[in-house]
């Protein structure tokens, strides 16, 4: 089975520039999480969408958004970047978003802003 | 808001020597808890949970957790650790009301030494 695919793996995107990510969930699973783990600390939580809705939001800037498309995937979107958004971008998915669902997380998208 | 934390960013221990790495949480509500393990350049994998129910938690391959109410923690322990156990891992918490966003503490990185 399929886990959850996030792509790229690896960029390098100059400051001001634009970046998408991509993560596709596991078969079935209906919600999509994001997080940010910058070097030498944990993940924190930017965006969850459920069903297509956005349920959840961090304390991120608007620079950064998100969307899920009807088959589930999403796109992490961050504007003007900067370099303090160098960081492993992880997705997770789960089948709900009750509490205690487990979150199922993909291997991250490495992005360097130079 | 909820936070956690890791009480020891490293932890060196030598092979088959017992270990515990420890988390502490603050919530005003009832909590979901969590570990996570990340091994080099790769995502997360959940290696126990605390739901309800007792309070000892335990995972395949040999480590256990046991929520203390009282104490808010949940440490994290193995009686005898392999070389392969060398990884980060992520204490998260969840609340119980607000869905499976979680909150993670700043990681532990466990080194096992021969």
């Known amino acids: 089975d399929a886990g959850v695919t996030q792509s790229p793996t690896h960029l390098i995107k100059t400051r001001g520039q634009h970046v998408t990510l991509r993560c596709s969930p596991i078969?079935?699973?209906?919600?999509v999480s994001w997080y940010q783990q910058v070097l030498g600390q944990g993940p924190q939580f930017i965006f969850q969408?459920?069903?297509?809705?956005e349920r959840g939001r961090g304390n991120f800037p608007d620079r950064f958004s998100a969307r899920q498309f009807p088959n589930y995937s999403s796109e992490l979107n961050v504007n003007a970047l900067l370099l303090g958004d160098s960081a492993l971008y992880l997705c997770a998915s789960s089948w709900g978003r009750g509490g205690g669902t487990e979150a199922f997380f993909g291997q991250g998208t490495r992005l360097t802003v130079v | 808001a909820q936070s956690v934390t890791q009480l020891d960013s490293q932890v060196p221990v030598f092979e088959e020597a017992p270990v515990e790495l420890r988390c502490n949480y603050s919530s005003s509500v009832s909590v979901y808890l969590f570990w996570y393990v990340q091994y080099p350049n790769q995502g997360l994998q959940l290696l126990l949970k605390?739901?309800?129910?007792?309070?000892l938690v335990e995972s395949i391959n040999g480590f256990e957790a046991e929520f203390n109410k009282s104490q808010t923690s949940f440490h994290l322990r193995k009686p005898s650790v392999h070389i392969s156990d060398t990884a980060e891992y992520f204490c998260a918490v969840s609340e119980g009301n607000a869905g499976n966003m979680l909150t993670f503490g700043g990681g532990t990185r466990l080194m096992v030494k021969p």
């Open positions: 605390y739901l309800s129910g007792s309070t």
């Open positions: 078969s079935g699973h209906k919600s």
């Open positions: 969408y459920y069903e297509k809705e």
